[in-house]
C-alpha cells in the first residue's frame, strides 16, 4: 500500500498559467515533505522541501503548501515555463524513521508553448 | 564532475547472471540509499547504509545484497538477475543536517539495467 500518493500521472499545461501537482500520503509520521524533478537520462533532482512545522514555503516560481490534517501538500508553479516539462515525484521523510525517504508515483509535467 | 557517480550507465545481462552496480560520491555525506525506478511506482528503497557499519533493508531487498566498502562507496549486486529486475536504478546520498534536522537526497544520473 503506497504512503505517499500522486494521483494524478500526467498534467499538460499552457506556458506562463499556473501549475499544480498535488500529493497525498498516509503515514501522520511524516514530518518532511520533499519535491523533486527528474528529466529523462537523469537522476532526480531535490526542487523545494517543507517540514511539518510550516504551511507553505516558497523559492522563486514554487511554493509548496501543505496541509497536514488533509495529509495533502501540492506544488505550485507560476508561471511555468517549457523548461518546466518533466516527472515530478513527492517523497516524505520521518526522523522516527531514520529520515528515510519514500517517493510517489510521480506525475509527468508538460508544459506546452 | 557529478557528486554522485554510478556505473555503468547501461547495461544489459543475462537471466542467471551475477551483476554489480557502483556507487561513489565526493559530497562526505555518511547516509547513501539504493532505489529502483518502475513506470507507475516511483522509486523504491532497496538498501539503504547510514554509515560504514550499518546495512539496512528497504521496501524491495530480495534479490539484491549490497556492500558499503568505504564511506564514499556504496554498491549493489544482483546475485543471479531475472527478466523483472529490469528497471532503472538510482543511487542517493544525504547527511545528517545540521541538528539533526531533515535534509534532502542527492541522486546519481541512474543505471538502466535489461535482465534478458
Known amino acids: 500500500d503506497q504512503q505517499v500518493k500522486q494521483n494524478s500521472p500526467s498534467l499538460s499545461v499552457q506556458e506562463g498559467r499556473i501549475s499544480i501537482l498535488n500529493c497525498d500520503y498516509t503515514?501522520?509520521?511524516?514530518?518532511?515533505f520533499l519535491w523533486y524533478k527528474k528529466y529523462p537520462a537523469e537522476g532526480p533532482t531535490f526542487l523545494i522541501s517543507?517540514?511539518?512545522?510550516?504551511d507553505k514555503n516558497e523559492d522563486g516560481r514554487f511554493t509548496v503548501f501543505l496541509n497536514k490534517s488533509a495529509k495533502h501538500l501540492s506544488l505550485h508553479i507560476v508561471p511555468s515555463q517549457p523548461g518546466d516539462s518533466a516527472v515530478y515525484f513527492c517523497?516524505?521523510?520521518?526522523?522516527?524513521?531514520?529520515?528515510?525517504?519514500?517517493f510517489g508515483p510521480g506525475t509527468r509535467l508538460s508544459v506546452l508553448p | 564532475d557529478a557528486d554522485v557517480t554510478q556505473t555503468p550507465r547501461n547495461r544489459i545481462t543475462k537471466t542467471g547472471k551475477r551483476i554489480m552496480l557502483e556507487c561513489s560520491q565526493t559530497?562526505?555525506?555518511?547516509?547513501m540509499y539504493w532505489y529502483r525506478q518502475d513506470p507507475g511506482l516511483g522509486l523504491r528503497l532497496i538498501y539503504y547504509?547510514?554509515?560504514?557499519?550499518?546495512?539496512n533493508k528497504g521496501e524491495i531487498s530480495d534479490g539484491y545484497s549490497v556492500s558499503r566498502q568505504a564511506q564514499a562507496k556504496f554498491s549493489l549486486s544482483l546475485e543471479s538477475a531475472i527478466p523483472n529486475q529490469t528497471a532503472l536504478y538510482f543511487c542517493?546520498?544525504?547527511?545528517?543536517?545540521?541538528?539533526?534536522?531533515?535534509?534532502?537526497?542527492?541522486f546519481g544520473q541512474g543505471t538502466r539495467l535489461t535482465v534478458v
Open positions: 517543507i517540514s511539518s512545522i510550516k
Open positions: 503515514n501522520s509520521m511524516f514530518d518532511y
Open positions: 559530497k562526505g555525506h555518511d547516509r
Open positions: 542517493a546520498t544525504s547527511g545528517p543536517g545540521q541538528g539533526f534536522m531533515n535534509t534532502e537526497a542527492f
Open positions: 517523497a516524505a521523510s520521518a526522523m522516527e524513521y531514520g529520515q528515510n525517504f519514500v
Open positions: 547504509s547510514f554509515d560504514v557499519k550499518d546495512i
